[in-house]
């Protein structure tokens, strides 16, 4: 996806201090991310995302109640099949996923874009709350947090055109203002950047994913396509977690590159059992 798209898809900052936390709408893009953007063609069956989801805890109602939202949000689109209902990704749907996978399969989703840092402001109305809320949830899916008052700061070039290319038709005029920036001699960021970011939530982010998918019995209990459904919705959220910090920063056992390397070795031991299982829900 687009960073925008990024975070329509993943985007409501995260109140919680557990990655796992799973709530029904990552689990439901994630399962939209994997096996139907650029995949799957066909509305699919409300029954295949119920069968899905309650394997990993979900009550039903959930689930409807979601995808409702998601087509409120313009993610999606309902079309009748028959007695059933199904669901099929929007053109601004597919943006944001397509964004999204470019972290999610990315070879190094935790190094910054480029050097430097990244600088935002912006002013958003009193009565445009919700996209208000949308422009921070991007600038959080990018890496940004804020430094002082009505200033955000990210490690990195970050592209901003592209992380906020679906809210920016809807920003009044000169609203975002942005500015690439470098540390100057006499001025380290070390304690600015422990000031801004909660390092050690970041590495627990880490340990916690570790912990739970470095199992080998991990995923065992979930028919295959929920667990890697499952395995992807956790990524993401550790991905929101991870503003991408430099390493200079970070302690000299920062676990990113593990977490990096475990998620793949999980995403590819799923993969054809998954896929047979999609093949079988959707026939």
């Known amino acids: 996806m687009t960073q925008t798209a990024a975070t329509a898809v993943l985007g409501e900052t995260v109140a919680e ?11 439901l893009l994630a399962f939209f991310g994997e096996y139907v953007c650029d995949r799957y063609f066909e509305p699919l069956r409300a029954s295949v995302l119920l069968s899905v989801l309650e394997g990993a805890g979900v009550a039903a109602s959930a689930v409807r109640t979601n995808l409702d939202r998601m087509v409120a949000s313009g993610l999606l689109e309902r079309h009748r099949l028959g007695r059933e209902i ?3 990704l929007t053109a601004h749907g597919s943006e944001v996923l397509r964004e999204a996978a470019r972290r999610v399969n990315g070879p190094s989703p935790f190094d910054p874009q480029g050097d430097g840092w990244t600088l935002v402001t912006f002013t958003v109305p009193e009565d445009v709350r919700t996209l208000r809320h949308r422009l921070r949830a991007a600038l959080t899916w990018s890496g940004f947090s804020v430094l002082r008052d009505g200033l955000w700061i990210a490690p990195g070039a970050v592209d901003l055109a592209s992380a906020l290319d679906a809210i920016i038709p809807e920003l009044p005029p000169g609203s975002v203002n942005a500015f690439a920036a470098s540390e100057l001699d006499g001025f380290p960021m070390d304690e600015t950047v422990r000031t801004v970011w909660d390092i050690p939530r970041i590495r627990g982010a880490h340990d916690e994913f570790l912990a739970h998918w470095g199992r080998e019995d991990a995923g065992s209990d979930l028919p295959p396509l929920t667990a890697r459904t499952v395995l992807v919705a956790d990524w993401l959220a550790l991905l929101r977690a991870d503003p991408r910090l430099p390493r200079q920063y970070m ?3 920062w676990p990113a590159d593990r977490s990096a390397e475990l998620f793949t070795r999980r995403h590819r031991e799923f993969a054809f059992p998954a896929v047979r299982d999609f093949a079988s829900l959707v026939a």
Do not use: E, M, W, Y
């Open 86 to 88: 199904g669901f099929q």
């Open 17 to 27: 201090n557990s990655v796992l936390t799973r709530k029904p709408r990552q689990l």
């Open 251 to 253: 302690d000299d056992d």
